[in-house]
């Protein structure tokens, strides 16, 4: 998905682009995405990037039908947790962004289902919704393709070539000088977006550039229909941070996920695995259900539909990395995007095709700046892995301002 956003994008800005797809359009992550798109996001940044995907999502139906406004409903286990969505909606007033803060009753008159005995209260963005993976793809490819682009679809890219050159301040450098794939072919290019997914660490690798990028194992179920409990296609989306659950609107039935704290890392992605799923770990996957019956009780009284567990790309700080890949000039990461790769394809392909048509995104894009970890710190497995365990279970932690600690003896100083 992100690949043909970027497609789209980069030919609006003026420049000629070819995409290579290992497999076909829709594959690897993108093909079993969640498909939810929330405008309310902690950082600006995503609230932009957001915003400009789902108007992108708007203006390209005609391409295919992509977006479902079902709206989106946050719940709130505890004060904290609604101050937070507090903050939320102020800052989505700054960007146009419906909101309520809703008490636990008005929260259970927009999602019936839902249990809000033990809610402390909740937030709700009508215009939240719900994207269609491959609807939106084929939108932005077909898009594409009108403005000139070539999409090329089955071919693997086998090297990524550089060249050794002298800087203006007399530095030797290197930068791209072209691709080979692997049916033998050379294509001769100054630029090289790596945009594959949970595969990018590979190739970013074979220019000699470590990318903090592991790939993890996410699962969501479908339930059976819960038409006989009042289910339908036009309840929102629903986040229960505090549990670390969503459970996601599909017809009459629910999509239901989350964050587990002892997630499963796929530790050597297999090149075939084009729309491959892993078989789900029902012992991890459980830590989740508890929550999803506490907040939807109907739950327990239908069955499972389907189970789904594919990879995503997690990164060790929870943030994508895109943008110009140090020491290696024309070579640009578009990857790491911590399941929100579909939120925030369409936003985040018009930026780096800025960045890399006229030399700087016109949103700040430094939280997803690769050069924000250190060469030797990308290189170190441990620690990588270990802080991308830890930003996947804390997926849906509160995210404070700012924070304060003072110690007994400052507090008594004061005094």
Sequence with gaps: MVGAALSFALQRQGLATLLLEAHSLTAGTTWHTAGMLWRLRPSYVDIELHGR?????????????????????????????????????????????????LSPAEAKL??????????????????????????????YARSARALGAMIVEGVRVADVETEHFTALDGAQARRVCGVTTECGQRIATRHVVNACGSWSAELSASVGAPLPLLAMKHAYVVT????????HGGLPNVRDHDLSIYLKTQGAALA????????????????????????????????????????CPPIEHVGIASTVCGPEAFTPDHKPI???????????????????????????????????????????????????FHPDTAADKSWVRQCTHESYAKTYAIVYPCLLYTSDAADEEDS
Excluded: K
């Excluded at 059976?224 to 289910?231: I, K, T, V």
């Design 256 to 295: 239901i996920g989350g964050y587990e704290q002892n997630p499963e890392f796929w530790p050597e992605p297999q090149t075939d695995f084009a729309f491959g799923l892993f078989e789900l770990d029902w012992d991890t996957f459980l830590q989740n259900t508890e929550g999803h019956l506490r907040r």
């Design 53 to 101: 995907t789902r108007q992108l999502a708007l203006e390209l139906q005609h391409e295919g039908e992509a977006w479902t406004q079902n709206g989106g409903l946050f719940i709130a286990c505890h004060r904290e947790r609604l101050a937070e969505y507090e903050r939320l909606a102020q800052l989505g007033a700054r960007y146009d962004v419906e909101a309520a803060v």
């Design 224 to 231: 059976e229909s819960l038409a006989a409990h009042g289910m």
């Design 110 to 139: 927009i999602h019936p289902l839902l249990n809000v005995d033990d809610v402390y209260g909740a937030l709700h963005s009508p215009t939240d919704g719900t994207l269609d993976p491959a609807g939106l793809t084929n939108a």
């Design 322 to 372: 895109v943008g110009p890949q140090p020491g290696v000039r024309g070579f640009w990461q578009a990857c790491g995007f911590n399941s929100m790769g579909m939120m925030l394809s369409g936003g985040i392909a018009e930026q780096l095709a800025e960045w890399i048509a006229l030399g700087a995104p016109s949103i700040d894009l430094f939280s997803y700046d690769p050069a924000r």
